[in-house]
Structure formats: structure tokens, C-alpha cells
């Protein structure tokens, strides 16, 4: 399946290739992922259920989540009759095309409350 992956240690928004679970921890060089919501098309967003513990990176696109992720982010489709992935609806460059920006934790730290 083809999915988003925004890596904000190395500033990159790529298209990858996912065929099951372990391929998602492997993108996201975590453990434990979970969903960290869903894009304006319906593709899940997967991230290191650890992050805010772990991560000093973070990628902020505030119309997809009104605060920052930590880590990697990693999009991919799922089929909402079944909940079985399948190809992401957006592409590295309809994600590279949104708002956002790469963060450090520090200025991650001094943004204060975002409401």
C-alpha cells in the first residue's frame, strides 16, 4: 500500500510503501503506534505512541491537528466499511503542499496554549 511518510529529523515529506503493521513500526522507528487522527480525506495518521516521551522532532500542520506531532508521522488509507488499510488518499506532495513546519522540541515548548 502506498502511504505518506513526514520525517521531521530529516525535514522530509516521501511516499513509502506499507504492507502491514511491522512496516509502520519500522517508518515510524517505534515500538508502539497509534492513530493520531485523520487527514480531510480519510487516511489515518499513525504516530510513536511514545512521542511526547521520546522524541525531540516534531512536525506541525495545523489544519490537520491543532497541535504538533511528535516524531514521525506516517499517513496511510483505511477502508472505513472493513478498517483494513489501503493506499493513502494524499500523496508527499499534497502533504508537502499543506501548512505546516518542521519544530524542535524547545520551540514546541514556548508555543503555549494554541486556544
Known amino acids: 500500500m502506498k502511504g505518506v511518510l513526514v520525517d521531521p529529523y530529516l525535514k522530509t515529506i516521501e ?3 506499507v504492507n502491514d ?3 509502520i513500526q519500522n ?3 517505534c515500538m508502539w503506534f497509534g492513530s493520531g487522527g485523520y487527514d480531510e480525506g480519510g487516511d489515518a495518521i499513525y504516530v510513536n505512541d511514545e512521542g511526547l516521551y521520546e ?3 516534531f512536525w506541525y500542520a495545523p489544519d490537520v491537528y491543532p497541535y504538533p506531532y511528535a516524531g514521525r ?3 496511510l488509507g ?4 472493513n478498517g483494513e488499510s489501503q493506499d493513502a488518499w494524499l500523496d508527499a506532495e499534497d502533504v508537502a503542499d499543506m ?3 518542521f ?3 524547545d520551540e514546541v515548548a514556548v508555543m503555549g496554549d494554541l486556544h
Open 15 to 17: 511516499n513509502v510503501e
Open 78 to 81: 483505511i477502508n472505513r466499511a
Open 55 to 57: 522524541e525531540t522532532e
Open 21 to 23: 503493521w511491522r512496516d
Open 73 to 75: 508521522v506516517l499517513f
Open 27 to 29: 517508518h515510524l522507528q
Open 99 to 101: 501548512d505546516h513546519k
Open 103 to 105: 519544530m524542535t522540541r
